[in-house]
């Protein structure tokens, strides 16, 4: 099978495409035909190094799968070939989806949206299940509450405010102001030009300086010290940021608050509970961009870019026939 492999750390270039043997699904396996998986954040750290010790190379990496099942392994029951799946790959375990074929365990794979396309599959699974930890398992947002997404027209914020919306929560986002429409169409209730307005001060404006319940912070810098300014009492504090950042939180003890760091799990009941939001049209993803597997370079070297211009997700589309 074809696949794009890292043969070392490093920039977008560092990616081969390769001939490599096609893996058999063992005991408790699904070997999965991938049709469509996407870039994120996360991808592009595993290439440039972030995490070597935890990537021994050369490895295929690569962190969203849609596809159709192949062929199962001794003792697998809830798929056969022909079933349209979709699923987040184990993270760290140097066989990802930058592949034609993926094998992975049946316990972390769920049977696909009917409603969605393979990209746009490929383009929620982590990102929906990074929202739906965030969200609901860690903060226990609430109807009735408040909550501040940070970076709202980015792969996890878009889906992040559909979600906090099904929730029943009213949503606050920072984006430029190129993003405010494609955020307001997505459900945020208050939005916040982050270019031109301190987010602070405006989230104590529009709650009459009360804050929000939940802050859930996807884009690092100093949100973790300067959040719990823009946060009522009691509040939480949710991020999936792994880089440094200023620890000074004084006003974090003041208001009560709670801190939760994310990283995502893999399990099937998230994916379904996903799918049913995605069943009652109360969420879907976007695809800004696509890209053929071969282009894999591009699409990373696209999303590090600090002004990409891509609203929601870049996918890569692995079978060649979905590309437009």
């Not at 798929?79 to 349209?84: I, Q």
């Not at 760290?92 to 746009?120: C, N, Q, R, T």
């Not at 996890?156 to 190129?178: D, E, P, S, Y």
Request: hydrophobic share 45%; glycine share 10%.
């Amino acid at each position: 099978m074809k696949a794009m492999v890292l043969n070392s750390f490093g920039g977008p270039a560092s990616f081969e495409l390769c001939d490599v043997p096609r893996p058999v699904p063992q005991a408790g396996q699904v070997l999965v035909r991938v049709h469509a998986t996407s870039v994120n954040p996360l991808d592009y750290q595993v290439r440039r190094g972030d995490y070597p010790d935890l990537v021994p190379l050369p490895a295929i990496t690569g962190h969203d799968v849609s596809g159709v099942v192949e062929a199962v392994g001794p003792g697998v029951t809830a798929f056969v070939p022909g079933d349209e799946v979709w699923y987040t790959p184990q993270i760290f375990d140097g066989a990802g989806s930058y592949a034609e074929y993926h094998v992975a365990a049946e316990s972390i794979i769920a049977k696909k949206p009917a409603s969605l396309s393979h990209l746009e599959a490929a383009s929620l699974s982590l990102v929906g299940g990074t929202a739906w930890e965030a969200l609901v398992v860690r903060a226990a947002l609430k109807a009735g509450e408040s909550v501040l997404i940070h970076g709202g027209a980015g792969g996890v914020g878009h889906v992040a405010i559909q979600l906090a919306k099904a929730m029943g929560a009213r949503v606050f986002t920072t984006v430029r102001q190129a993003n405010a429409e494609f955020v307001r169409t997505a459900g945020a209730d208050v939005i916040i030009d982050y270019e031109k307005e301190d987010y602070v001060d405006a989230v104590l404006r529009e709650t009459s300086g009360h804050g929000v319940d939940v802050v859930f912070d996807t884009i690092g810098g100093n949100t973790l010290s300067r959040s719990p300014d823009a946060l009522a009492q009691l509040g939480r504090v949710v991020s999936i940021v792994d880089i440094a950042q200023p620890q000074n939180l004084m006003q974090a003890w003041g208001k009560n608050a709670s801190y939760h760091f994310v990283f995502t799990r893999q399990n099937r009941g998230k994916l379904d509970e996903l799918s049913a939001l995605v069943e009652r049209g109360q969420l879907r993803p976007q695809v800004g961009a696509v890209y053929p597997l071969a282009d894999i370079a591009l699409a990373h070297a696209r999303l590090e870019s600090p002004n990409h211009g891509v609203q929601g997700k870049i996918a890569i589309a692995v079978e060649p026939s979905l590309i437009a």
